[in-house]
């Protein structure tokens, strides 16, 4: 009984943790969505107008259509994954703000949920900015890409959740280009973004299989073109099942690393 | 089971241990602080002081024995303590990318209080701390001294029925300390209950009725320091210097010796230092005199709590 009313998160104490990102997250507001902005043009406009100069289409669309319906999920997980990643990391080790924040009515529990909220949050943010952009490109082809963001709430936890966990067990700041190098960057080459998976060998499509970006892209993309397939439903079944498998971890080895 | 505690303490710890793999960090401590007291907790680097505040505060849970603040068990009821405490931990954990005003109103908010509640609060502890003309300053350009009265201001936002200091002025320049000193006597005159660790002997003197000293993960003396001081070193302290220079330094420091016999209660060797306690030490000065006991410097002062500090936790460096 003790030990277990440690070791529960309230909903009250994550939604209090945050409110303070939010809080803080407030004052860079108007730079940081004009830099999303930005960003995703640059990327459409050279791949579009440069790289979909040479490419006529892929899988019967024009390659701007292809790439942006998929890019859509990268800008969501960089959301996600920046924020578990060196920003919690800066708040947890410089700052030591986790410190201050639990010798309130928070504890541990509530700081990671409140972290991993906050980075779905962003996730949803930034992936729909970019939607907007690619909308105004006139790629989007459905109304179902109205439901992209709740995917990026959900796509957004479980990018938050892998990235926790990789911040509480790490040594130091400098260890993160790891996390990118061998993790996000492979997985934004071969998770279907840049050309389809159906043409590799299967073991690569295997290995794609196991990635978890790879099913955000396939349903973005689905939902933006308005073509689903049974699928797509265990691409939402894959995400669930690794995020509610793995969410248990961060808060665990979060609280190891801060209560010595 | 262990009892409940009685009405009038704050925080009762009995054979209190905080051990890991290798070291045990507090080792089986017994302790009682009162209501509306300042209670200090002395003790060279590593001897268990964080860890006894961290487990108080209950951010780290006790290895064994029992631990009650307000009443209540450290083990089963965390948060409902810790919505009563303030707390000013060792590190500054201050948001420095927001205003002064900001930090309060948004730590307030980890205490559920209403945003409006929340801002009026931040105004009048601004003002208790003499930060109202910098509360729309960022907190990365506040001084050293500034950011610990805001901890402080921060501290005293859920008007806590226990205040937890570790370490509030270490780094701080004189006369931040005092500034920092200062308000703390302010807030023991309104009754809140205060613990707080140091290791400067000046801040336990001037602020604590009662203190601990703690040496490797125990508590080696108790009491108020006055008579800590008393009861250990005595009223005064004569200081000799400058044996070595002698040629028959070791004869002259064991003549010195038996020349106190009988004014002195105990003495200490360190180096060249021979260091006397007694209750009266110009009997002393004389005698030492009268049986030709001369060396390069021979001072009286009164005995301080630092006497105390060092003869129970010897003089070897501690990192």
Same mark, same amino acid.
């Given at each position: 009984?003790?030990?277990?009313?440690?070791?529960?998160?309230?909903?009250?104490?994550?939604? %209090?943790?945050?409110?303070?990102?939010?809080?803080?997250?407030? %004052?860079?507001?108007? &730079?940081?969505?004009?830099?999303?902005?930005? &960003?995703?043009?640059?990327?459409?406009?050279?791949?579009?107008?440069?790289?979909?100069?040479?490419?006529?289409?892929?899988?019967?669309?024009?390659?701007?259509?292809?790439?942006?319906?998929?890019?859509?999920?990268?800008?969501?997980?960089?959301?996600?994954?920046?924020?578990?990643?060196?920003?919690?990391?800066?708040?947890?080790?410089? &700052? +030591?703000?986790?410190?201050?924040?639990?010798?309130?009515?928070?504890?541990?529990?509530?700081?990671?949920?409140? &972290?991993?909220?906050?980075?779905?949050?962003?996730?949803?943010?930034?992936?729909?900015?970019?939607?907007?952009?690619?909308?105004?490109?006139?790629?989007? %082809?459905?109304?179902?890409?109205?439901?992209?963001?709740?995917?990026?709430?959900?796509?957004?936890?479980?990018?938050?959740?892998?990235?926790?966990?990789?911040?509480?067990?790490?040594?130091?700041?400098?260890?993160?280009?790891?996390?990118?190098?061998?993790?996000?960057?492979?997985?934004?080459?071969?998770?279907?973004?840049?050309?389809?998976?159906?043409?590799?060998?299967?073991?690569?499509?295997?290995?794609?299989?196991?990635?978890?970006?790879?099913?955000?892209?396939?349903?973005?993309?689905?939902?933006?073109?308005?073509?689903?397939?049974?699928?797509?439903?265990?691409?939402?079944?894959?995400?669930?099942?690794?995020?509610?498998?793995?969410?248990?971890?961060?808060?665990?080895?979060?609280?190891?690393?801060?209560? +010595? | 089971?262990?009892?409940?505690?009685?009405?009038?303490? *704050?925080?009762?710890?009995?054979?209190?241990?905080?051990?890991?793999?290798?070291?045990?960090?507090?080792?089986?401590?017994?302790?009682?602080?009162?209501?509306?007291?300042?209670?200090?907790?002395?003790?060279?680097?590593?001897?268990?002081?964080?860890?006894?505040?961290?487990?108080?505060?209950?951010?780290?849970?006790?290895?064994?024995?029992?631990?009650?603040?307000?009443?209540?068990?450290?083990?089963?009821?965390?948060?409902?303590?810790?919505? @009563?405490?303030?707390?000013?931990?060792?590190?500054?954990?201050?948001?420095?990318?927001?205003?002064?005003?900001?930090?309060?109103?948004?730590?307030?908010?980890?205490?559920?209080?209403?945003?409006?509640?929340?801002?009026?609060?931040?105004?009048?502890?601004?003002?208790?701390? #003499?930060?109202?003309?910098?509360?729309?300053? @960022? *907190?990365?350009?506040? #001084?050293?001294?500034?950011?610990?009265?805001?901890?402080?201001?921060?501290?005293?936002?859920?008007?806590?029925?226990?205040?937890?200091?570790?370490?509030?002025?270490?780094?701080?320049?004189?006369?931040?300390?005092?500034?920092?000193?200062?308000?703390? @006597?302010?807030?023991?005159?309104?009754?809140?209950?205060?613990?707080?660790?140091?290791?400067?002997?000046?801040?336990?003197?001037?602020?604590?009725?009662?203190? *601990?000293?703690?040496?490797?993960?125990?508590?080696?003396?108790?009491?108020?320091?006055?008579?800590?001081?008393?009861?250990?070193?005595?009223?005064?302290?004569?200081?000799?210097?400058?044996?070595?220079?002698?040629?028959?330094?070791?004869?002259?420091?064991?003549?010195?010796?038996?020349?106190?016999?009988?004014?002195?209660?105990?003495?200490?060797?360190?180096?060249?230092?021979?260091?006397?306690?007694?209750?009266?030490?110009?009997?002393?000065?004389?005698?030492?005199?009268?049986?030709?006991?001369?060396?390069? #410097?021979?001072?009286?002062?009164?005995?301080?709590?630092?006497?105390?500090?060092?003869?129970?936790?010897? @003089?070897?460096?501690?990192?």
């Amino acid at each position: 009984m003790a030990a277990g009313s440690r070791m529960l998160f309230s909903p009250r104490g994550a939604l %209090r943790f945050w409110q303070r990102n939010a809080f803080i997250f407030r %004052r860079i507001f108007p &730079e940081s969505i004009a830099v999303n902005f930005l &960003e995703p043009v640059i990327y459409l406009l050279a791949m579009g107008l440069g790289l979909g100069a040479y490419l006529s289409t892929i899988g019967g669309l024009p390659y701007l259509v292809f790439v942006a319906t998929g890019m859509v999920s990268t800008a969501a997980m960089f959301g996600a994954t920046f924020e578990c990643t060196y920003n919690a990391y800066v708040q947890m080790y410089y &700052e +030591k703000a986790y410190d201050g924040v639990i010798t309130t009515p928070l504890n541990v529990e509530d700081v990671v949920v409140g &972290e991993i909220l906050w980075g779905a949050t962003r996730s949803v943010l930034y992936g729909t900015i970019f939607l907007v952009v690619v909308w105004i490109f006139g790629v989007v %082809r459905s109304p179902l890409a109205l439901l992209i963001p709740a995917l990026f709430l959900v796509s957004g936890l479980m990018f938050s959740v892998i990235a926790m966990t990789f911040t509480a067990v790490n040594p130091s700041i400098d260890y993160f280009t790891f996390y990118f190098a061998l993790f996000i960057t492979p997985m934004f080459m071969f998770s279907g973004v840049f050309f389809p998976l159906d043409a590799l060998p299967p073991w690569v499509r295997t290995a794609a299989w196991l990635t978890p970006l790879s099913h955000v892209v396939s349903l973005s993309r689905g939902l933006a073109l308005g073509d689903l397939s049974a699928r797509h439903a265990w691409d939402l079944v894959w995400m669930l099942v690794v995020t509610g498998v793995l969410f248990p971890l961060p808060v665990m080895l979060m609280r190891r690393r801060l209560v +010595k | 089971m262990m009892a409940s505690v009685s009405g009038t303490s *704050v925080v009762a710890a009995a054979s209190l241990t905080k051990r890991y793999s290798a070291v045990t960090a507090v080792d089986g401590i017994t302790f009682q602080v009162q209501r509306g007291e300042c209670f200090g907790f002395l003790g060279p680097n590593g001897a268990g002081k964080t860890t006894t505040m961290k487990m108080t505060y209950c951010v780290l849970p006790p290895t064994s024995g029992s631990l009650h603040v307000l009443d209540m068990d450290v083990r089963t009821h965390a948060r409902t303590i810790k919505a @009563r405490l303030g707390v000013v931990t060792q590190d500054n954990t201050l948001d420095s990318a927001l205003t002064v005003r900001e930090n309060l109103v948004l730590f307030a908010r980890y205490f559920d209080m209403p945003w409006r509640i929340a801002r009026r609060r931040a105004e009048t502890l601004l003002e208790f701390v #003499s930060l109202t003309d910098r509360g729309n300053d @960022r *907190v990365e350009h506040l #001084s050293g001294g500034m950011r610990r009265r805001l901890m402080v201001a921060r501290a005293l936002l859920p008007e806590p029925d226990l205040l937890i200091l570790d370490e509030p002025t270490t780094g701080l320049d004189p006369q931040a300390r005092h500034m920092v000193w200062e308000k703390l @006597r302010q807030l023991k005159r309104t009754g809140v209950t205060q613990i707080l660790t140091t290791h400067y002997m000046e801040e336990a003197a001037a602020l604590c009725d009662r203190i *601990v000293i703690m040496d490797q993960a125990r508590i080696v003396a108790e009491g108020p320091p006055a008579e800590l001081v008393r009861t250990h070193v005595g009223r005064e302290v004569v200081e000799l210097r400058g044996f070595e220079a002698l040629q028959d330094g070791p004869q002259v420091m064991k003549a010195a010796k038996a020349a106190a016999a009988g004014l002195a209660e105990a003495h200490e060797v360190h180096g060249d230092l021979l260091l006397l306690y007694t209750r009266d030490g110009e009997a002393l000065l004389r005698r030492l005199r009268e049986q030709g006991v001369t060396v390069e #410097s021979a001072t009286l002062r009164h005995a301080t709590l630092e006497d105390v500090f060092l003869k129970m936790t010897g @003089r070897m460096l501690r990192d």
